[in-house]
């Protein structure tokens, strides 16, 4: 057995969200993801939060300047290749992690984390109006129904509905909107998940998606559809962490835009097919079973 060191060097990428002490969302999913996709996961904890499967009993938000210091100290080690946002708590933090991003030449996946899935609360009112220009600095930004209502002032109750919240996002200085369909009933057994990518996100689709803006004189939106078999569970805590994280962990492995997407997508269902059966709640979805492309 050899005694020699036998170091890898994974891509890495950074994840700025809340820390779930139940272990099922937040930071401590995102991280699970990332390693599934063979990324190595470095974290910015916003908020520690008193929750489990059952519910949140307590969010406790990190003063923001801690925030940039946990960002810059991550920054100046490490080569992120991508970075994403989830539960950011307060204005401040918002409006601080806006800032940060701003400088960051990585790609920057915002998760608007703003209702669990146990429909408990996760940000302030005010943080909700700072989410602006954090939505400018996205190059993709993962809302699911609920979310994509709040930020756009408008239901979002089928897939027409989200295709229109997600041109409104990009016109807004998204990159690309992700609506998620878990929360719509488009025939009952399927989830629509639809994708919308901006002109202005050229280089990061790839080749075939900028030739889709191409042929269409460069000014529409390209609308994209996935559909899935709907899993039958409500064990989806921690799903929108697991799914936001594969698709930067996808990112800074340099996977163009539409690929990291659908891709991840496609695995969710195993994520909550093989979700964690935990705790006296729904449970989890299982970061781990994404079987990351490897």
């Not at 699970?32 to 063979?38: E, P, Q, S, V």
């Not at 016109?171 to 002109?199: F, M, N, P, Q, Y």
């Amino acid at each position: 057995m050899t005694r020699e060191r036998e170091p890898v060097s994974p891509p890495v990428a950074l994840t700025i969200a809340g820390s779930d002490s139940g272990g099922g969302a937040g930071v401590q999913a995102d991280l699970k993801a990332m390693t599934a996709h063979g990324v190595f996961g470095t974290a910015v904890v916003t908020a520690t939060t008193a929750q489990n499967t059952r519910g949140v009993e307590d969010v406790h938000a990190v003063p923001a300047d801690h925030v940039a210091s946990q960002y810059d100290a991550v920054i100046e080690d490490f080569d992120v290749g991508a970075v994403k946002t989830g539960m950011l708590a307060t204005a401040p933090i918002v409006e601080t992690a806006a800032g940060l991003l701003a400088r960051c030449p990585a790609p920057v996946v915002v998760d608007p984390v703003m209702v669990a899935a146990s429909g408990d609360r996760l940000l302030s009112p005010a943080a909700e109006d700072a989410y602006e220009g954090l939505i400018e600095r996205a190059t993709l930004v993962t809302p699911n129904a609920d979310e994509a209502a709040v930020l756009v002032d408008d239901p979002v109750e089928t897939p027409a509905d989200a295709a229109a919240a997600g041109r409104e996002l990009v016109a807004r200085g998204a990159g690309a909107a992700l609506v998620k369909g878990g929360h719509l009933d488009e025939d009952g057994e399927t989830v629509v998940d639809t994708l919308v990518i901006g002109d202005a996100g050229g280089d990061e689709r790839g080749d075939a998606d900028a030739a889709e803006a191409d042929a269409a004189g460069g000014t529409e939106p390209t609308v994209v559809r996935f559909e899935n078999p709907r899993v039958a569970t409500d064990a989806t805590h921690g799903s929108g962490c697991a799914l936001s994280s594969a698709i930067a962990a996808r990112l800074a492995r340099g996977e163009p835009l539409r690929e990291a997407v659908g891709s991840a997508v496609g695995e969710m269902g195993s994520a909550i097919r093989r979700g964690y059966d935990v705790g006296e709640g729904p449970g989890a979805v299982n970061p781990t079973a994404f079987d990351g492309g490897m």
